[in-house]
């Protein structure tokens, strides 16, 4: 037995990593940016204790604050070893689906008691289509990394034959609560595994450390203020959550069973009143679909029953944003894919069926893997789906203009105005488009200029703090030539978004143009510490110019030539100073350093000739060392 089940450990392994080998193609998408890509608090490895106090280092952006330090220990671990190659963000989302399919298999093979129905369910959950969202999106770790550690805590407890077993099963468990409060369910279907599974009575000593570890991560993010935020943000009344999620439940039902026409925003829209058609037929049919179950399943398919209702209580109850999500199924589908294995055992239906279904579900993996590839097929196949949700339209409008398809990012923003004429991040982002047309259309750039403003006024009555509208505003001041309305917007957007860079580098832009070079300085230094590139240390470099700074702005410009490379415009600057630089040294009688100086002046300056042979200035700066030299 041992030796079949490291052989099925090691086929689920290389099976699932083969069907999702395309995923490593993927890219990061919309919630990764202000939690991984923009989060300056996953740069440091010597953060990792802060996440454990901080809730406020989940996220880039304060009002996304989340309790996740486990979650966020994975994401510095991440960019410790790999920076921003999401391969390796992909990489681990994938390893961790692959110990949840194992996790899977043990525990189907414990309580099953039968191999081959514990292979299909491990088949069933490592393979079906609603897995690949978790894996393909990187934000999504916060569910497969919680229901790992639930999933090795529950068969950690099941297996425990001590008081040292429990207390491994309790630490799992602790580690799922540091991923995704989802987990805080798990006390509870121990309780239920023990009294319909076992038919036992509930030993305290053995649940109570369960309960205790619970309290404790609720007094926690009760302190921390997680969970007073988490219930007063709410997007709809509890009535409207309700009468909503009767539907969704439905509609997961579905996916599960029929995993087609998968999508990142699935057109599903609010109910209001219990009297609508649609919430009536769908409760009438969970009540009469439970009474039937209930009357004809076993006990032991029932606990999964209530297993995977379970697990999507928190998101039935809290209403979030997004009103159905496919990876909120990711532990319910542990559920059905134990029910799958159940009917194999009870032959009720023929094994040939399954392994055709597990083909088919391979095939649609690999078909929903290539859609992650980058943000505008994910979103160009998702409005196709959803043509009447506002997010598929602004997200893809966002890809297309990345790609340089302007005209169609804005037919794509006017689209999603139509659906919602108050979309904050639509509105914005045209305004975007107006702007970077100022530069290219001279003669009407004024007309640009004023249609920008109105889009960004419209949204900063609406949102006065809203980031993007700040920034952009900023940006309109500042290429009308109103270097002091540009700097009030811009300081405004960082004090108000401390953490992104883009506002300190801006401030310390037009601050430059005013002439306020130790303003300057400052913001530019900020901007460095949150984020380093070759923009901020060249801006760094030409403010040390004004500073008469010499030998810091040579420190600036190599900095910004490690990270872009054979850059001309930041060689030559260099050059420059190079030979103000040598030149003063050498007046000073330090003819060495002088002389250093020129020949790295000299070779730059050759470089830039061997790049560009046209480049008047370095040629005349070559002659003129040339002939200082003599």
Same mark, same amino acid.
């Given at each position: 037995?041992?030796?079949?089940?490291?052989?099925?450990?090691?086929?689920?392994?290389?099976?699932?990593?083969?069907?999702?080998?395309?995923?490593?193609? $993927?890219?990061?998408?919309?919630?990764?940016?202000?939690?991984?890509?923009?989060?300056?608090?996953?740069?440091?490895?010597?953060?990792?204790?802060?996440?454990?106090?901080d809730p406020l280092l989940f996220s880039v952006d304060?009002?996304?604050?989340?309790?996740?330090?486990?979650?966020?220990?994975?994401?510095?671990?991440?960019?410790?070893?790999?920076?921003?190659?999401?391969?390796?963000?992909?990489?681990?989302?994938?390893?961790?689906?692959?110990v949840a399919t194992i996790l899977v298999f043990l525990?189907?093979?414990?309580?099953?008691?039968?191999?081959?129905?514990?292979?299909?369910?491990?088949?069933?959950? $490592?393979?079906?289509?609603?897995?690949?969202?978790?894996?393909?999106?990187?934000?999504?770790?916060?569910?497969?990394?919680?229901?790992?550690?639930?999933?090795a805590s529950m068969y950690a407890f099941i297996s425990?034959?001590?008081?040292?077993?429990?207390?491994?099963?309790?630490?799992?468990?602790?580690?799922?609560?540091?991923?995704?409060?989802?987990?805080?369910?798990?006390?509870?279907?121990?309780?239920?595994?023990?009294?319909?599974? &076992?038919? &036992?009575?509930?030993?305290?000593?053995?649940?109570?450390?369960?309960?205790?570890?619970?309290?404790?991560?609720?007094?926690?993010?009760?302190?921390?203020?997680?969970?007073?935020? !988490?219930? !007063?943000?709410?997007?709809?009344?509890?009535?409207?959550?309700?009468?909503?999620?009767?539907?969704?439940?439905?509609?997961?039902?579905?996916?599960?069973?029929?995993?087609?026409?998968?999508?990142?925003?699935?057109?599903?829209?609010?109910?209001?009143?219990?009297?609508?058609?649609?919430?009536?037929?769908?409760?009438?049919?969970?009540?009469?679909?439970?009474?039937?179950?209930?009357?004809?399943?076993?006990?032991?398919?029932?606990?999964?029953?209530?297993?995977?209702?379970?697990?999507?209580?928190?998101?039935?109850?809290?209403?979030?944003?997004?009103?159905?999500?496919?990876?909120?199924?990711?532990?319910?589908?542990?559920?059905?894919?134990?029910?799958?294995?159940?009917?194999?055992?009870?032959?009720?239906?023929?094994?040939?069926?399954?392994?055709?279904?597990?083909?088919?579900?391979?095939?649609?993996?690999?078909?929903?893997?290539?859609?992650?590839?980058?943000?505008?097929?994910?979103?160009?196949?998702?409005?196709?789906?959803?043509?009447?949700?506002?997010?598929?339209?602004?997200?893809?409008?966002?890809?297309?203009?990345?790609?340089?398809?302007?005209?169609?990012?804005?037919?794509?923003?006017?689209?999603?105005?139509?659906?919602?004429?108050?979309?904050?991040?639509?509105?914005?982002?045209?305004?975007?488009?107006?702007?970077?047309?100022?530069?290219?259309? &001279?003669?009407?750039?004024?007309?640009?200029?004023?249609?920008?403003?109105?889009?960004?006024?419209?949204?900063?009555?609406?949102?006065?703090?809203?980031?993007?509208?700040?920034?952009?505003?900023?940006?309109?001041?500042?290429?009308?030539?109103?270097?002091?309305?540009?700097?009030?917007?811009?300081?405004?957007?960082?004090? &108000?978004?401390?953490?992104?860079?883009?506002?300190?580098?801006? #401030?310390?832009?037009?601050?430059?143009?005013?002439?306020?070079?130790?303003?300057?300085?400052?913001?530019?230094?900020?901007?460095?510490?949150?984020?380093?590139?070759?923009?901020?240390?060249?801006?760094?470099?030409?403010?040390?110019?004004?500073?008469?700074?010499?030998?810091?702005?040579?420190?600036?410009?190599?900095?910004?030539?490690?990270?872009?490379?054979?850059?001309?415009?930041?060689?030559?600057?260099?050059?420059?100073?190079?030979?103000?630089?040598?030149?003063?040294?050498?007046?000073?009688?330090?003819?060495?350093?002088?002389?250093?100086?020129?020949?790295?002046?000299?070779?730059?300056?050759?470089?830039?000739?061997?790049?560009?042979?046209?480049?008047?200035?370095?040629?005349?700066?070559? #002659?003129?060392?040339?002939?200082?030299?003599?």
């Amino acid at each position: 037995m041992k030796l079949r089940t490291a052989l099925a450990v090691g086929a689920l392994s290389l099976f699932i990593f083969l069907v999702y080998q395309n995923s490593l193609n $993927g890219r990061f998408h919309y919630d990764d940016y202000h939690s991984i890509l923009y989060n300056p608090h996953i740069r440091n490895i010597d953060s990792i204790p802060d996440y454990f106090a901080d809730p406020l280092l989940f996220s880039v952006d304060a009002d996304k604050a989340m309790y996740r330090p486990m979650l966020l220990v994975s994401y510095a671990l991440n960019y410790a070893f790999g920076g921003y190659d999401p391969k390796g963000y992909l990489a681990v989302n994938t390893a961790i689906h692959i110990v949840a399919t194992i996790l899977v298999f043990l525990l189907a093979l414990r309580l099953i008691c039968n191999y081959e129905a514990a292979l299909v369910a491990a088949f069933c959950f $490592g393979l079906h289509p609603l897995s690949s969202e978790p894996v393909n999106y990187i934000s999504s770790r916060s569910e497969s990394l919680a229901v790992m550690f639930c999933l090795a805590s529950m068969y950690a407890f099941i297996s425990a034959k001590s008081y040292k077993g429990h207390f491994f099963s309790c630490v799992l468990f602790c580690f799922a609560l540091m991923v995704k409060s989802v987990a805080c369910v798990l006390p509870f279907i121990l309780i239920i595994f023990d009294f319909i599974w &076992k038919k &036992k009575r509930i030993n305290w000593y053995v649940h109570g450390p369960y309960w205790m570890v619970l309290g404790v991560y609720l007094s926690t993010i009760l302190t921390n203020g997680f969970l007073l935020k !988490s219930v !007063s943000g709410s997007p709809r009344g509890v009535f409207e959550q309700a009468f909503t999620q009767v539907k969704a439940l439905v509609y997961y039902l579905y996916l599960m069973v029929m995993p087609v026409s998968l999508n990142v925003e699935h057109q599903f829209f609010v109910s209001k009143s219990l009297l609508e058609f649609e919430v009536l037929v769908c409760g009438l049919f969970l009540i009469s679909l439970g009474l039937i179950l209930f009357a004809v399943v076993t006990r032991r398919i029932f606990f999964w029953m209530i297993f995977g209702l379970t697990f999507l209580l928190p998101t039935l109850i809290v209403p979030l944003n997004v009103l159905v999500n496919e990876h909120r199924l990711y532990m319910s589908l542990v559920a059905f894919s134990m029910s799958v294995a159940y009917l194999l055992k009870s032959r009720f239906w023929h094994r040939t069926l399954f392994v055709i279904a597990g083909l088919v579900f391979c095939g649609l993996v690999v078909q929903r893997n290539s859609l992650w590839e980058t943000e505008e097929i994910l979103w160009n196949d998702s409005r196709m789906k959803s043509p009447r949700m506002v997010r598929p339209w602004v997200f893809w409008g966002i890809a297309l203009g990345k790609n340089g398809n302007v005209i169609s990012a804005e037919s794509a923003y006017n689209a999603a105005l139509r659906i919602d004429p108050d979309h904050k991040t639509a509105r914005t982002n045209i305004a975007a488009i107006y702007l970077e047309r100022v530069n290219k259309e &001279k003669d009407t750039s004024k007309d640009w200029l004023g249609l920008s403003k109105i889009q960004l006024e419209n949204v900063l009555s609406r949102d006065p703090n809203y980031r993007e509208a700040l920034q952009n505003m900023g940006s309109m001041y500042f290429l009308n030539g109103n270097w002091a309305m540009a700097d009030s917007f811009f300081t405004l957007c960082a004090v &108000k978004h401390p953490n992104y860079a883009d506002c300190a580098y801006n #401030i310390a832009l037009t601050s430059t143009n005013r002439g306020e070079y130790q303003r300057a300085k400052r913001w530019i230094q900020r901007g460095i510490e949150l984020e380093s590139n070759e923009e901020s240390w060249s801006l760094l470099g030409r403010i040390q110019v004004k500073l008469d700074a010499l030998e810091e702005a040579v420190v600036a410009y190599r900095r910004a030539l490690s990270y872009s490379g054979p850059n001309i415009n930041y060689m030559y600057n260099l050059a420059e100073i190079l030979l103000v630089y040598g030149q003063r040294a050498i007046d000073a009688g330090s003819l060495n350093i002088g002389s250093n100086r020129w020949t790295e002046a000299k070779h730059l300056l050759e470089d830039i000739i061997s790049l560009n042979p046209d480049h008047s200035g370095a040629r005349v700066r070559l #002659i003129q060392l040339a002939e200082l030299s003599q």
